[in-house]
């Protein structure tokens, strides 16, 4: 049986695990991981540390995940544009981030936040969807990294 590479990302390790890609109009982000969950996490968590001050986000609600896409780089883009469909819907944001599973094709795990308080929560970039505009998703000596830009 293979193990299970299960990651937990959240506000506490995120500021030093992922750098900023300054676009003309846009904002990016490169993550580099040890895994492929990890690698989900942590772009999770860098696009919502984006959008707001997420050391101020409490993990109170929680939320399962399980998607699917045709292909890996699909998957990332999938991942993370659900994550800001559900912000939106819901006015919540998350800020941990916690990835089962992933495949080719799949992944399974939770995010976990809270409403937002405007008394609480310093906005930052309006982030509307991950984009497929320049997207890298590559295997490295040493685990994964990503690059992924967004339409803010």
């Known amino acids: 049986m293979k193990p299970v ?23 990016g982000i490169r993550v580099r991981a040890k895994n492929p969950e ?4 942590l772009a999770a968590c860098a696009m919502f540390d984006l959008m707001v001050d997420i050391s101020k986000v409490k993990p109170e609600k929680k939320a399962e995940v399980s998607l699917k896409a045709d292909g890996f780089e699909e998957l990332l883009v999938t991942w993370l ?4 469909f559900r ?3 819901t006015g919540m944001f998350f800020s941990r981030f916690e990835v089962d599973s992933v ?4 992944v399974e795990g939770s995010v976990m936040g809270e409403p937002y308080d405007a008394q609480v929560h310093s906005i930052g970039e309006n982030v509307k969807a991950a984009t497929y505009y320049q997207l890298e998703v590559s295997r490295t000596d040493d685990g994964w ?7 803010v």
């Open 103 to 106: 495949t080719e094709t799949s």
């Open 5 to 27: 590479a299960r990651a937990i990302v959240d506000a506490r390790q995120i500021r030093s695990r992922y750098e900023i890609i300054e676009h003309t109009a846009d904002i």
């Open 145 to 151: 990294q990503a690059k992924v830009i967004f339409d």
């Open 87 to 89: 912000a939106d819907v």
């Open 81 to 84: 544009n659900e994550l800001v």
């Open 38 to 41: 990890e690698l989900f996490a």
